[in-house]
């Protein structure tokens, strides 16, 4: 039964709908007993069928930690600029508060009727990235989308909440290579099935976000396509349909008028104390001497001396290189291992989905979040150039948060159906 | 199948999750290390380095008070210095026109040079240094009326003031931009006098702006300590105006020095050089030597162009004397090859010249000659080796040698040494002194021989620097012990051929004044802190006994005669017991240098005069030079012996030494007029009669002498006329026809200055001996004074005294 049900591509189809029977017993005294779908379970704690413990706990783990450290690197920045300590502490954590109800709620919702919603999220993905580049370098409503030093990233609805468009994208391309690989399943294996769709949505998507000048973004989206593709079935040398364009691209950079200033960027990156005229490392070196000021043991919670206006907002996408200061390599090895086991623990519970559909969703969110965790830290660490990334849980921004919460969610509803054990 | 696909997933999956995990983190955690743990210590410094700005405060540069703690030589004072912050200038309020328009009518800038500077690009640029606060405070509410809010700042600086000017300037030196000492005092005692910079150290955001927390640390600004010198305001100006005095009659074009010490404690009282400068604006040349420097620069042009010419014509000459075809030919290309100076290079030069000339002067006018140049003594050395032949026991009080005019060594091409006198014939050896006679004093040298006479020479400490707290102080030059030959000790024993700096020729004078004993010059006092209290006094022990308290004595005794009757007797003062000995010595070994150059070089001289006073309680020497005179005849005893005794006289009261006159000096004496004006006629006369004085009344025909009262006198109360000279009151206002003209009396003997004082109603007061020619007088030829003034006419008598030594 199990088996059966995981090799079946939409479970959801298969399902009754609730107080449906779903079988008859016949039993020993000839009675014949109607199973029946059971009421949803709102059981936390209970095996089987219950959210998976391990991860509420990773998750819960890195959004305090990610929280407290949030404090401490902002609370400079925000006294200086916004005249209070507690600016961004305080909506990251209503944001928080928000984004892990949201996420319990998730958690018990059927990841299956995502397959009908399917269509509709990718809609509203593809719809607000075009929006961005409407409003933005279009029109230049800066109401609706922000100049944000020079890139159009940001989309402000009805100046209530505000978010990036490219982490819906990211979610959306990640739920739509799980439907149509679940769908596909043997089929992926062609040219027609497994190929073309992806590309071709993956192409939409890309070609959105790198119109917005976001590199970064386009860089993750297309790293957890590729991933997903790859582990779907897409044979290997389809890739290297990607590889060639993306040496095509590299070279008409190379033979672009911005080539010497590329030059220059890597210069900077490879040695940051002394940087080429025209590139500005400063961020990085101000990380680099966070980070080295930590040390072993670090200088202690809050008294990062890196976090007065020398790193620049550094409660954004550089709150690592403040928890190397201030809890030291001790500390950010610690952190690391927190999202270690996160990406282990988010892997493991994929694989035990119910389903396929479940196991490639699950994987995605999974990856997404380990790639940017990797990449951010990168980043802070000078390991590659510098580039945009937010530190999940830790960088500051509420929208972004419930949004990676609410996957979180989704991640905890597959493993709610996944046979594993969860305490 | 399904199952293998399945599986397919789980092995794919786990590749990628294992490679995320080890390859992602892997490296991350590598980079850790390599930041966190390798080169962490090295990143911490920096990030602290960055952080830790440490303000500066400025301290306080301390005061530089006279003997007197109460005069200020030199003080620092707030002034501040105007800068912009283009940037937060606002271009668009007009505020940058605003800011150009006051800046430049207040602090004479140039308006389109300040409002080119309010448009740069910048956050700060500097306008103007140091204006006073007055300035300043007017500045700021001229800029507040026209309602500019920023881009102006003021940032708080000192300024050191003089405020006597050039007295002292070369012993207090000046300061440069940034406060620092440049000469003189403000250079010995720099770090003294700067303080310590206090700073806050404080953990700085990038921003500037202070860490709300932990990192501050304040440290206040120690302001530099204040120096209170033994120089004494009021002599120095004294010996100042009548070093310059006699400076301006010999015409000496090296300038002239004077130095007053205690005898016993080795302060220095005052201590003078003219050629001088204002320290407050240290930088300009006095406007003659200014005047002279293109001359300067063309002399020097002049002697280049003769030089090519030279060049060209030794040229010219090979051409005209080669033999050969090759020759020719290389002596013809030469001489193509050969270049002139275009009349670009020439002007290049000229402009050269100058300014090296003009660094020349400034550096000669900051000189402290009596600590930094060396002289040949003369025969003011002349009572150190007397001193050292009765101290050695070589000779006594009744040594006599016959002076036949010259001094013969009687060896095979050794010229004789001639004495400036025919010959001085038999003499003891207080004749030898006051005599000033060359051939006993060799005897005296020939007497000790070179080992006592240098073990002396070295005692008085003419081998060593003094040590005293001024910068610059020059190291003698002489023969070593084993260097003294037989002419070497001649020429020594009569102060040539060695070279000492007149700092250490007093000091030796202070060591025979004070029974001996070698004393350290100083010439600060003590230094307090900014309460007031003393953070160190000046050590006034001796190095060492020289010379016995009864040498001492009989020396002192010598010159005391010398000074009173003998070759030294212009530097006579009445009542004041002056020993001194004259000086008159050659620049030999430069003139020799200079008749390479140019064979009608003239032999230049140096004149001095060294004594003391009082000769029976010896309280203060006194030393005057002046280097390279150029008037009248080279003369220690004309040229530096008047002046030397118009310091004394008007110094030693000041300082407390009462006059003691002999009867006969008394006789002499010039007597202080008392003030009768507004008193009658009856009462003034009675007054005067009281004094000694005459009187005489001018434009009152009546008789009521009772009842009319003096509108005024002349000479004015308290003016020093000769005893029983005569007072003129007058009953009204003074006409023309109560002027009269001064004539000229310098070159008159005695007599005829009576003559043409009388001749134009005037009334003369004499100094020095009387006797010989007039050399100076107080008043300038022509100048129309008061009848009945009086002008003091100093004498010279050099019939008798020693000039050069040949």
């Known amino acids: 039964m199990a088996e059966n049900r995981r090799t079946v591509a939409r479970g ?91 996420m319990l709620v998730i958690s018990t919702f059927d990841y299956h009727h995502l397959h009908k919603l399917n269509i509709p999220i990718f809609g509203v993905a593809v719809g607000l990235l075009t929006a961005v580049l409407i409003f933005g370098p279009l029109l230049k409503v800066n109401a609706i989308v922000p100049n944000r030093n020079g890139a159009y990233r940001w989309i402000n609805l009805f100046g209530i909440i505000e978010f990036q468009p490219s982490e819906v994208a990211k979610f959306a391309l990640i739920l739509m290579f799980a439907h149509l690989i679940s769908v596909n399943g043997p089929k992926m294996a062609t040219f027609r099935h497994g190929v073309v769709p992806f590309f071709g949505i993956l192409g939409l998507v890309d070609g959105l976000v790198i119109l917005e000048k976001h590199v970064s973004a386009t860089l993750i989206i297309s790293l957890i396509a590729v991933l997903l593709m790859f582990i779907g079935g897409t044979k290997l040398r389809y890739f290297l349909i990607i590889a060639g364009l993306g040496a095509l691209a590299l070279s008409a950079v190379i033979f672009s008028d911005s080539f010497g200033y590329a030059m220059d960027r890597v210069q900077g990156w490879l040695d940051p104390f002394n940087p080429p005229a025209d590139v500005d490392t400063w961020q990085t070196v101000q990380s680099l001497y966070a980070i080295g000021s930590g040390q072993i043991l670090g200088v202690g919670i809050g008294q990062s001396r890196q976090k007065y206006l020398y790193l620049p907002e550094p409660q954004n996408d550089f709150i690592f290189a403040i928890v190397c200061e201030e809890l030291g390599f001790i500390g950010a090895l610690i952190v690391i291992i927190l999202f270690a086991l996160f990406i282990w623990r988010g892997v493991y519970i994929s694989l035990h989905a119910r389903d396929r559909f479940g196991t490639l969703l699950g994987l995605g969110i999974t990856f997404q979040f380990g790639i940017q965790a990797i990449l951010n830290i990168c980043v802070v660490t000078n390991t590659i150039p510098n580039t945009g990334i937010a530190l999940p849980f830790f960088s500051y921004g509420g929208t972004a948060l419930v949004m990676l919460l609410a996957e979180m969610g989704v991640l905890l509803s597959i493993s709610r159906s996944a046979p594993v054990e969860k305490t | 199948m399904a199952g293998s696909h399945t599986s397919k997933i789980w092995r794919k999956t786990v590749v990628i999750t294992v490679l995320l995990l080890v390859l992602g983190f892997g490296v991350v955690i590598g980079n850790l290390v390599r930041w966190q743990i390798v080169r962490g210590e090295e990143l911490r410094m920096d990030a602290v380095d960055q952080s830790l700005q440490s303000t500066s405060l400025t301290p306080m540069r301390g005061t530089i008070y006279d003997a007197s703690g109460s005069k200020i030589l030199a003080q620092s004072a707030t002034v501040w210095t105007v800068a912009l912050e283009p940037r937060s200038i606002s271009v668009d309020d007009g505020d940058d026109v605003k800011i150009a328009q006051i800046l430049s009518e207040e602090l004479d800038v140039d308006y389109s040079t300040v409002l080119e500077k309010t448009h740069q690009n910048s956050y700060f640029t500097y306008v103007k240094r140091k204006i006073e606060t007055d300035l300043r405070d007017r500045v700021l509410e001229r800029l507040e009326s026209e309602g500019v809010g920023s881009g102006v700042m003021m940032v708080e600086d000192y300024k050191r003031y003089y405020p006597y000017g050039t007295t002292a300037s070369t012993v207090l030196g000046f300061t440069g931009t940034d406060g620092q000492g440049l000469a003189g005092i403000e250079t010995y005692y720099d770090d003294e006098l700067t303080g310590t910079a206090g700073r806050i150290v404080s953990a700085k955001n990038s921003l500037g702006g202070e860490m ?259 910068p610059g102080e020059a190291g003698s030059i002489y023969y070593d012990e084993d260097e003294l030959g037989v002419t070497e000790l001649a020429t020594e024993s009569f102060g040539q051929n060695f070279a000492v700096t007149p700092i250490q020729v007093i000091t030796g004078i202070c060591a025979v004044a004070n029974g001996g004993y070698l004393i350290q010059p100083h010439i600060v006092d003590r230094i307090l802190d900014s309460e007031g209290n ?39 003062v009445p009542g004041f017991r ?101 008193r009658t006629i009856g009462e003034a006369k009675q007054i005067l009669e009281e004094g000694g004085f005459t009187w005489s009344v001018e434009g009152y025909d009546g008789d009521n002498e009772d009842a009319q009262p003096v509108y005024t006198q002349v000479p004015s109360p308290g003016t020093e006329i000769p005893k029983e000279g005569n007072v003129a009151l007058f009953v009204a206002e003074l006409t023309d026809e109560d002027y009269t003209e001064v004539p000229s009396f310098v070159g008159c003997s005695l007599t005829d200055c009576e003559y043409l004082a009388n001749l134009a109603d005037l009334q003369i007061v004499i100094t020095g001996s009387g006797e010989g020619y007039a050399q100076s007088q107080s008043v300038d030829k022509g100048a129309r004074v008061k009848r009945d003034s009086v002008v003091t006419i100093s004498f010279v008598n050099d019939s008798e005294i020693e000039t050069a030594a040949d």
């Open chain 2, 534 to 572: 003393i953070v160190r006094s000046a050590e006034t022990g001796y190095k060492r006994q020289v010379i016995s308290r009864e040498v001492s004595e009989q020396i002192t005794k010598i010159l005391l005669k010398n000074a009173t009757s003998e070759s030294g007797k212009n530097g006579y």
């Open chain 2, 212 to 470: 709300p927390f932990d990192y501050e640390q304040y440290i206040e600004a120690q302001n530099g300590y204040d120096l209170v010198l033994t120089l004494d305001e009021t002599v120095q100006s004294i010996v100042e105006k009548h070093l310059q005095a006699g400076l301006e009659a010999c015409g000496a074009q090296e300038g002239g020095t004077a130095i007053v010490m205690n005898v016993h404690t080795g302060a220095i009282i005052a201590l003078a050089t003219k050629g001088d400068y204002d320290p407050n604006d240290p930088f300009t040349l006095d406007p003659a030597v200014e005047e002279k420097l293109p001359e300067k620069a063309d002399e020097a042009v002049q002697k280049a162009l003769k030089k090519e010419d030279e060049e060209l014509a030794l040229l010219e000459f090979y051409r005209d004397i080669a033999i050969s075809e090759t020759e020719k030919k290389e002596a013809e290309e030469n001489l193509r090859a050969f270049h002139r100076m275009t009349a670009e290079e020439i002007s290049e030069l000229r402009e050269e010249e100058y300014d090296k000339a003009y660094s020349e002067a400034q550096n000669k006018q900051w000189r402290n000659k009596a600590v930094s140049d060396t002289y040949y003594p003369g025969s003011v050395f002349k009572m150190f080796t007397a001193s050292a032949a009765l101290e050695s026991g070589a000779a006594t009080l009744d040594t006599s040698y016959t002076c036949v005019g010259q001094w013969d060594f009687n060896l095979p091409g050794v010229d004789p040494i001639s004495c400036w006198h025919a010959g001085h014939g038999l003499e003891t050896l207080s004749d030898g002194v006051t005599n000033s006679c060359n051939p006993f004093m060799i005897y005296l040298g020939q007497l000790m021989g070179p080992e006592t006479f240098f073990k002396f020479f070295e005692a008085f400490g003419f081998t060593e620097r003094t040590g005293v707290d001024l």
């Open chain 1, 12 to 102: 959801l189809r298969r399902l009754p709908r609730r107080g449906q029977p779903t079988g008859v017993v016949t039993r020993m005294d000839g009675t014949n007993v109607v199973l029946r779908r059971r009421a949803k379970q709102f059981t936390l704690f209970r095996l089987g069928l219950g959210i998976d413990m391990p991860m509420l706990f990773l998750i819960l783990t890195l959004l305090s930690v990610g929280l407290v450290m949030l404090f401490s690197a902002s609370y400079a920045f925000a006294y200086y600029n916004y005249g209070s300590s507690y600016f961004f502490v305080s909506r990251q954590g209503m944001f928080a508060l928000v984004g892990v109800l949201l």
């Open chain 2, 578 to 678: 002056i020993a001194g000995k004259t000086g008159t010595s050659e620049k030999i070994a430069e003139w020799e240098q200079a008749k390479l150059e140019d064979p009608d070089a003239v032999k230049q001289y140096i004149v001095s005069y060294g004594g003391f006073a009082p000769a029976d309680d010896p309280q203060y020497a006194l030393l005057v030079f002046y280097d390279e005179p150029q008037i009248g005849t080279a003369s220690g005893g004309a040229q530096a012996g008047p002046y030397f005794a118009a310091i004394m006289k008007e110094i030693l009261p000041y300082l407390g030494v009462d006059a003691k006159y002999t009867p006969e000096e008394f006789e002499n004496l010039a007597a202080s007029t008392p003030n009768v004006i507004g």
